[in-house]
T-cell receptor, first 114, second 111 residues
């Protein structure tokens, strides 16, 4: 069965600095998708970034980028120029087409220090 | 554009009372619909999902149930709430690989 592991329950970063959140997953499939979701204190879940496994190029969305290492089954999220509004829970998720269900990690709480 | 509505935002219910949470999606057809629950400071637990009208898949056996009476409507229900049903409930939809779109959530407190 596929699993998603976020080994960092909590991280802190100084405002304007860069932070990397880790995510590893276990799968024997070759076709799948990976996501990072942000859950701020409002608890609204927001899609941050999406990566297709068959694309070698790492996805980027403004200050957010991923380091996708398919062989290592690693999918880390890098946040550059951290802002106070980046403080949130971040969830990594895996999806295999045809299964209908996304598998989420347990989340990493990111604190941004002024 | 696609939008998802979830209500109510907050609910306080006594133990043993019934529950009905509703979620509707606009701007898309035949979405996959999901109910998740999140305990305070914890991860997401998938409760139910539906890939079509009248079709419900249950992930966690408990005193909750779900129904999909219309294509873009998903309802979470209980006949008798337990204290352990307290939590934050999220509805979500997708149409495949583009990722979930989540509703704004319902904070349920059972007293």
């Amino acid at each position: 069965a596929q699993t998603v592991t976020q080994s960092q329950p909590e991280m802190s970063v100084q405002e304007a600095e860069t932070v990397t959140l880790s995510c590893t997953y276990d799968t024997s499939e070759s076709d799948y998708y990976l996501f990072w979701y942000k859950q701020p204190p409002s608890r609204q879940m927001i899609l941050v970034i999406r990566q297709e496994a068959y694309k070698q190029q790492n996805a980027t969305e403004n200050r957010f980028s991923v380091n996708f290492q398919k062989a290592a089954k690693s999918f880390s999220l890098k946040i550059s120029d951290s802002q106070l509004g980046d403080a949130a829970m971040y969830f990594c998720a895996y999806y295999r087409p045809g299964t209908y269900k996304y598998i989420f990690g347990t989340g990493t709480r990111l604190k941004v220090l002024a | 554009s696609q939008t998802i509505h979830q209500w109510p935002a907050t609910l306080v219910q006594p133990v043993g009372s019934p529950l009905s949470l509703e979620c509707t999606v606009e701007g898309t057809s035949n979405p996959n619909l999901y109910w998740y629950r999140q305990a305070a400071g914890r991860g997401l637990q998938l409760l139910f999902y539906s890939v079509g009208i009248g079709q419900i898949s249950s992930e966690v056996p408990q005193n909750l149930s779900a129904s999909r009476p219309q294509d873009r409507q998903f309802i979470l229900s209980s006949k008798k709430l337990l204290l352990s049903d307290s939590g934050f409930y999220l509805c979500a939809w997708n149409t495949g690989t583009r990722g979930y779109t989540f509703g704004s959530g319902t904070r349920l407190t059972v007293v």
